[in-house]
């Protein structure tokens, strides 16, 4: 079946794309049949009267001024605090803010978050991709993630918990690793968390529950791994508590999804997916 048949599309019907989307970069052209069915076959029509062209022009321009008059609603100051939230599903809560990312770090993870709701989500984001990285199989680094996301108390009371994880011998064979928690010898390992979305569930003065939908990717990377790299989607709820000017979390839950309907993509080379961790850095995220 091709990519069109799966789209619904039929052999010659209006609005039928020929070829499937070319990539950034890529050689394939797409030809688009529009409805009408007078056009090349790369889109092009016939020349039409002045009338049509005038009526063209006209929405161009009733499109260019909409733009403006909305963009004009957009530069708006960083501090946020007057900022009324939209209403709309479709544009509230993947809607830029305004309010920059943090400056701060505490080692490798930003800190410094504002103490409002975009500051708890900034926090959460960021502790989620700490909290999924491949640095948590380190012993040493493990423990300077603890430091730097738990809040004082429940970094000391989950240390050992965390260690007896990280450490065990039959989880760490079980995902492919050697018992220090290193990748064997050509393969390399990846875990790395990349949040899609914030959403603050509950937020009264020094403390806040905000819940984080990202993607994972984990496994081993090279040839002849057994345990190749996989995407999944999960939704993490993370309590935080603001302390010593700052949000630390005092707890947090996972669970599977949302999970959208995977592509038809061949996936990657196992070198090539390794070279792409490696030369992709990840980001601050900030609300």
Do not use: C
Not at 113 to 128: R, T, V
Not at 130 to 156: C, E, H, W
Request: aromatic share 8%; net charge negative; no cysteine.
């Amino acid at each position: 079946m091709s990519q069109g048949d799966e789209r619904g599309y039929g052999g010659n019907e209006p609005g039928r794309t020929d070829d499937a989307y070319s990539t950034l970069g890529g050689t394939r052209q797409t030809r688009t049949r529009l409805p009408g069915g007078d056009d090349d076959g790369y889109g092009r029509r016939p020349a039409r009267s002045s009338r049509s062209l005038i009526m063209v022009v006209g929405v161009v321009v009733l499109l260019i001024a909409a733009i403006a008059f909305a963009n004009q609603g957009g530069g708006r100051g960083s501090d946020g605090g007057n900022e009324k939230k939209p209403d709309a599903a479709g544009s509230g809560p993947t809607a830029a803010t305004g309010t920059k990312p943090v400056q701060g770090k505490n080692g490798t993870i930003a800190s410094g978050f504002a103490h409002d709701e975009q500051g708890a989500q900034s926090a959460a984001a960021n502790y989620a991709v700490a909290l999924g990285s491949a640095d948590m199989f380190d012993k040493d680094l493990r423990r300077q993630i603890t430091a730097a996301v738990y809040a004082p108390d429940v970094a000391a009371a989950r240390q050992s918990d965390l260690d007896k994880v990280y450490s065990g011998g039959e989880f760490l064979a079980s995902i492919g690793l050697n018992p220090d928690g290193t990748a064997p010898d050509g393969l390399a390992f990846i875990s790395r968390s990349n949040p899609v979305g914030a959403k603050v569930e509950k937020f009264v003065g020094d403390s806040a529950s905000v819940a984080v939908w990202y993607s994972a990717l984990f496994g081993l990377a090279g040839e002849g791994s057994k345990n190749p790299v996989s995407e999944s989607w999960y939704t993490n709820t993370f309590e935080l508590r603001w302390i010593n000017g700052d949000w630390k979390v005092t707890d947090f839950t996972q669970k599977d999804g949302p999970v959208p309907v995977g592509r038809d993509q061949a996936a990657s080379p196992a070198e090539e997916m390794a070279d792409a961790v490696e030369q992709f850095g990840g980001f601050t995220y900030a609300r």
